[in-house]
């Protein structure tokens, strides 16, 4: 009998809108602006991310089989010229290439393939911003065949983070909840360290 399992690290700015942080304090003649997320923690996958990161899981009586996922939210920037009243928005998509998923070399699992180890880590940067700081997270997430789900590991102090698990396609269940710190924590180096959090979702 097939049972599987899907663990999904999204990371999302809670505010509707925020500063540039290259704007010049006190500048009367234009206001830059970045969109967030407007939201607070969410299990809807449909949910506004800027991050999305997912690894699932299928372990059968043969052996098991793992998949990821991983996708980024669009980046706006809305410049108000308040001079002329004119107002210029850009989007762009961040690459999703800096969110990687590998079977941790180092798991140990039984004969019968009954639990996993990934480590999933993210690095995506403002397209709009070249050269600023990435969101930067370190994950091992552990998948038992037995329904536990465990995540260790560190990330910036900004933008928010929220981890959920599901087994079989069902409701998904909190596994970590972060709420973002200041925008001056997105800079190197990570600092939430000794994150470590077991769940059994069965």
Known sequence: ???????????????????????????????EEFKGDNRTFSKDPNASYRTAHQVNVTFTNDGASWKPYRKTGITELRTTNYKTGNVITQRKQASAEGLTTVEDSSSIRGASTDWYRFLCEGDAANPLMPGSPAINYQFYVYVSKAGQIRLEGMHDGFPSYEVYASVN???????????????TNLGPPMDIKGVSVTRNII
Do not use: C, H
């Open 1 to 31: 009998m097939a049972i599987s399992f899907a663990v999904r690290i999204v990371t999302f700015i809670s505010s509707d809108w925020f500063d540039s942080p290259l704007l010049i304090p006190g500048n009367e003649t234009y206001r």
């Open 169 to 183: 396609g069902g409701t998904w269940q909190n596994i970590y909840l972060f709420t973002e710190k200041s925008l």
